[in-house]
C-alpha cells in the first residue's frame, strides 16, 4: 500500500507540472485581483454576508468574495490576468471563482495583448453595471471567463464590453454592449444562445423580477441583437479610454515559490500614480466590520430567460 500510494502521489506531480513535450508546467490556484482605484465607498461582505467590510485601494481579493459599490460610488480591479474591470455605483459583484497557473513575467498593463498564463475566471453580476476590458484568453490551453447575470452568463473571449442588470421601478433592464471583440451570451432558463459583436447590443427592458426570490418571473418576447447608436457606442469608448488610462502603468507580476505555487498578487500600481501608497494590502480577514448589514443576496441564476 505504501508502495501504490507512493506511485499515485508521483503520477499527481507529472500531472501537476510536466507536460506532453517534458516542459514544466503549473496547475491552476487561486489569485488575486487588486483594487486600485476606489471613489466613494466600496465594501466587500463578511463571510455571513451580515456585514460590509470597508475596502481601500491596494485591497486583495479572492474568490468567494463579493463586492459592493454604494450610490455615487465606483471601483477599479486589476487581475493579473491582464483584465481591468470598473464597478459602476450600487453595483453587486461576485468572485465566484478565480485561478491561474504561475507565471513569472513582469509587464506593463498597457503594453498586454493577451493574458500571460491560463486563467478561469466566474463572476456574478448580482445588479449594477460593470465595464470591464479582458485581455486575450488562451482558449487552446484552457481558458476562461464567464459573467454571470439573474438572466444568463456572458461568455468572454477576449473583450471589452459593458454589462448591466439594473433597477427600473417595479422591473429590471439587462444589458449588453460591445466595444471589441465578441460574446455568446447564454440564457439560463433554456440554454439557449445568442452572439453579440463588436458595435453591437443586446438590450432587455421591463424584466419582471420577484427581489424577495431572486426569481425572474417575466422576460419579454422579442429579445434581439441591435446595433449600437453611435452616441452611445461613442460614450462607451470614451469609458473604456478613461479605465485604460486609470491602469495602463500598472504593472502584472507574478510570482511561484519553491513548491511551484503561484503567488499572482495581480498588480503593483507604481506610487508615483499612487497618492495613498502607505496604506497596507489589506487583510481582508482582520477587517473590522462597518456594522452595517450587508443586502441580502437576490438574483440566483434561475430566472426564466428565454
Known amino acids: 500500500m505504501p508502495r501504490l500510494f507512493s506511485l499515485f502521489?508521483?503520477?499527481?506531480?507529472?500531472?501537476?507540472?510536466?507536460?506532453?513535450h517534458g516542459q514544466?508546467?503549473?496547475?491552476?490556484?487561486?489569485?488575486?485581483?487588486?483594487?486600485?482605484?476606489?471613489?466613494?465607498e466600496a465594501f466587500v461582505l463578511s463571510?455571513?454576508?451580515?456585514?460590509?467590510i470597508p475596502l481601500q485601494v491596494g485591497a486583495k481579493l479572492q474568490q468567494g468574495q463579493t463586492l459592493v459599490t454604494e450610490k455615487g460610488s465606483s471601483l477599479v480591479l486589476v487581475m493579473p490576468t491582464g483584465t481591468t474591470l470598473q464597478m459602476a455605483e450600487d453595483t453587486t459583484l461576485g468572485i465566484d471563482e478565480f485561478t491561474q497557473t504561475s507565471f513569472k513575467s513582469t509587464a506593463k498593463l498597457g503594453e498586454l495583448k493577451s493574458e500571460p498564463s491560463v486563467s478561469t475566471?466566474?463572476?456574478?453580476?448580482?445588479?449594477?453595471?460593470i465595464l470591464s476590458d479582458v485581455k486575450k484568453l488562451n482558449?487552446?490551453?484552457?481558458?476562461?471567463?464567464?459573467?454571470?447575470?439573474?438572466?444568463?452568463?456572458?461568455?468572454?473571449?477576449?473583450?471589452?464590453f459593458k454589462l448591466g442588470f439594473i433597477?427600473?421601478?417595479?422591473?429590471?433592464?439587462?444589458?449588453?454592449?460591445?466595444?471589441e471583440g465578441r460574446i455568446e451570451f447564454?440564457?439560463?432558463?433554456?440554454?439557449?444562445g445568442i452572439m453579440v459583436n463588436r458595435g453591437q447590443q443586446l438590450v432587455i427592458r421591463d424584466i419582471r423580477y420577484d427581489p424577495s426570490t431572486g426569481r425572474i418571473v417575466g422576460m419579454p418576447k422579442d429579445i434581439k441583437v441591435e446595433e449600437v447608436d453611435l452616441k452611445t457606442l461613442g460614450e462607451l469608448l470614451d469609458g473604456l479610454s478613461n479605465l485604460s488610462s486609470v491602469v495602463e502603468s500598472i504593472t502584472i507580476t507574478g510570482q511561484t515559490d519553491i513548491n511551484g505555487k503561484v503567488d499572482n498578487d495581480g498588480t503593483a500600481e507604481p506610487d508615483r500614480a499612487r497618492p495613498d501608497s502607505?496604506?497596507?494590502?489589506?487583510?481582508?480577514?482582520?477587517?473590522?466590520?462597518?456594522?452595517?448589514?450587508?443586502?441580502?443576496?437576490?438574483?440566483p441564476l434561475d430566472g426564466n430567460a428565454p
Open 186 to 192: 447564454i440564457f439560463g432558463a433554456t440554454g439557449r
Open 24 to 40: 514544466t508546467v503549473a496547475y491552476q490556484v487561486p489569485a488575486r485581483a487588486t483594487v486600485i482605484k476606489i471613489s466613494g
Open 47 to 52: 463571510a455571513d454576508r451580515q456585514f460590509k
Open 139 to 160: 482558449r487552446d490551453g484552457g481558458s476562461s471567463f464567464e459573467v454571470r447575470t439573474p438572466i444568463g452568463a456572458a461568455g468572454i473571449r477576449g473583450t471589452a
Open 278 to 299: 502607505d496604506l497596507p494590502s489589506l487583510p481582508i480577514n482582520g477587517l473590522a466590520p462597518s456594522g452595517d448589514p450587508a443586502p441580502v443576496r437576490t438574483s
Open 121 to 129: 475566471t466566474r463572476l456574478n453580476l448580482v445588479r449594477g453595471e
Open 167 to 179: 433597477e427600473s421601478g417595479t422591473s429590471r433592464d439587462f444589458s449588453l454592449l460591445m466595444g
Open 9 to 20: 502521489l508521483f503520477a499527481l506531480a507529472m500531472l501537476a507540472f510536466v507536460d506532453g
